[in-house]
Protein backbone atom coordinates (compact mmCIF):
# COMPACT_ATOMS: atom_id res chain seq x y z
CA UNK A 1 0.00 0.00 0.00
CA UNK A 2 1.27 3.53 -0.82
CA UNK A 3 0.28 6.64 -0.21
CA UNK A 4 0.92 9.35 -2.22
CA UNK A 5 0.56 13.63 -0.61
CA UNK A 6 1.01 16.38 -2.48
CA UNK A 7 -0.66 19.81 -2.59
CA UNK A 8 1.85 21.56 -0.74
CA UNK A 9 2.70 25.09 -0.70
CA UNK A 10 3.80 28.73 0.31
CA UNK A 11 0.50 30.99 1.15
CA UNK A 12 -0.53 33.37 3.09
CA UNK A 13 -1.52 33.81 6.30
CA UNK A 14 -5.74 33.27 6.03
CA UNK A 15 -5.36 31.79 2.76
CA UNK A 16 -6.12 28.27 2.15
CA UNK A 17 -4.63 25.06 0.45
CA UNK A 18 -5.93 21.60 -0.66
CA UNK A 19 -3.65 18.49 0.27
CA UNK A 20 -4.78 15.10 -1.75
CA UNK A 21 -3.35 11.89 -0.77
CA UNK A 22 -3.75 9.24 -3.74
CA UNK A 23 -4.05 5.32 -1.99
CA UNK A 24 -2.52 2.76 -4.18
CA UNK A 25 -2.49 -0.63 -3.66
CA UNK A 26 -5.79 -0.70 -1.81
CA UNK A 27 -9.22 0.88 -1.97
CA UNK A 28 -9.97 4.14 -0.19
CA UNK A 29 -12.95 2.63 1.40
CA UNK A 30 -11.06 -0.36 3.38
CA UNK A 31 -9.06 2.47 5.38
CA UNK A 32 -9.45 5.32 7.28
CA UNK A 33 -7.51 8.26 6.54
CA UNK A 34 -5.76 10.10 9.48
CA UNK A 35 -3.32 13.84 9.14
CA UNK A 36 -0.42 14.85 10.97
CA UNK A 37 2.14 17.72 10.43
CA UNK A 38 5.61 17.93 11.86
CA UNK A 39 6.76 21.95 12.65
CA UNK A 40 10.50 22.21 12.69
CA UNK A 41 11.68 21.27 15.89
CA UNK A 42 8.97 19.51 17.06
CA UNK A 43 7.24 16.18 17.06
CA UNK A 44 4.41 14.95 14.67
CA UNK A 45 0.88 16.19 15.84
CA UNK A 46 -2.52 14.53 14.79
CA UNK A 47 -4.62 16.59 13.05
CA UNK A 48 -7.61 14.92 12.10
CA UNK A 49 -8.71 11.40 10.69
CA UNK A 50 -11.87 9.77 9.82
CA UNK A 51 -13.23 6.18 9.89
CA UNK A 52 -13.44 3.94 7.22
CA UNK A 53 -16.54 2.99 8.28
CA UNK A 54 -17.96 6.66 8.00
CA UNK A 55 -19.04 9.21 10.48
CA UNK A 56 -18.03 12.56 11.33
CA UNK A 57 -14.03 12.96 11.23
CA UNK A 58 -12.80 13.97 14.35
CA UNK A 59 -10.32 16.91 14.32
CA UNK A 60 -7.58 18.52 17.45
CA UNK A 61 -9.02 21.91 18.38
CA UNK A 62 -6.38 23.74 16.80
CA UNK A 63 -7.69 22.87 13.37
CA UNK A 64 -11.44 22.40 14.35
CA UNK A 65 -13.33 25.02 12.15
CA UNK A 66 -10.39 25.71 9.49
CA UNK A 67 -9.56 21.94 8.44
CA UNK A 68 -12.29 19.65 6.56
CA UNK A 69 -11.18 16.02 5.72
CA UNK A 70 -12.91 14.49 2.61
CA UNK A 71 -12.35 11.61 0.42
CA UNK A 72 -13.07 10.95 -3.37
CA UNK A 73 -13.30 7.06 -3.07
CA UNK A 74 -13.88 6.34 -7.13
CA UNK A 75 -10.65 8.94 -6.87
CA UNK A 76 -8.87 6.56 -3.90
CA UNK A 77 -7.69 9.76 -3.36
CA UNK A 78 -8.45 11.77 0.44
CA UNK A 79 -8.27 15.05 0.88
CA UNK A 80 -7.25 17.74 3.53
CA UNK A 81 -9.06 21.60 3.17
CA UNK A 82 -7.07 24.12 4.81
CA UNK A 83 -8.74 27.21 5.22
CA UNK A 84 -7.65 30.72 7.23
CA UNK A 85 -4.55 29.15 7.45
CA UNK A 86 -1.78 30.79 10.12
CA UNK A 87 1.62 30.98 10.61
CA UNK A 88 1.95 27.94 13.03
CA UNK A 89 0.29 25.48 10.65
CA UNK A 90 3.53 25.69 8.90
CA UNK A 91 4.88 22.35 8.82
CA UNK A 92 5.81 18.69 6.85
CA UNK A 93 2.37 17.61 6.68
CA UNK A 94 1.32 13.42 6.55
CA UNK A 95 -1.16 11.44 5.45
CA UNK A 96 -1.83 7.90 7.42
CA UNK A 97 -3.69 4.75 6.88
CA UNK A 98 -5.62 3.13 9.04
CA UNK A 99 -6.96 -0.51 8.50
CA UNK A 100 -8.68 -0.98 11.99
CA UNK A 101 -12.26 0.29 12.31
CA UNK A 102 -13.14 3.57 14.16
CA UNK A 103 -10.58 6.20 14.93
CA UNK A 104 -8.88 5.94 18.95
CA UNK A 105 -9.99 8.73 20.90
CA UNK A 106 -6.16 10.28 20.89
CA UNK A 107 -4.62 8.90 17.84
CA UNK A 108 -1.19 8.15 17.73
CA UNK A 109 1.33 7.50 15.07
CA UNK A 110 1.29 3.69 15.66
CA UNK A 111 -2.63 3.44 15.43
CA UNK A 112 -2.27 4.08 11.06
CA UNK A 113 -0.75 1.48 9.35
CA UNK A 114 0.48 3.15 5.64
CA UNK A 115 1.88 6.35 5.82
CA UNK A 116 2.43 9.26 2.59
CA UNK A 117 5.69 10.52 2.55
CA UNK A 118 4.60 14.47 3.75
CA UNK A 119 4.48 18.20 1.86
CA UNK A 120 5.43 21.38 3.10
CA UNK A 121 2.88 23.78 4.19
CA UNK A 122 4.74 27.37 4.81
CA UNK A 123 2.19 30.05 6.09
CA UNK A 124 3.95 33.69 5.70
CA UNK A 125 2.63 35.99 7.72
Known amino acids: VQLQASGGGLVQAGGSLRLSCAVSGRTLRSIGMGWFRQAPGKGREFIGADSKSGGTPQYVDSVKGRFAISRDNAKNTAYLQMNSLKSEDTAVYYC???????????????????WGQGTQVTVSS
Open 96 to 114: AGRSRFGVPSIPKEYDFDY
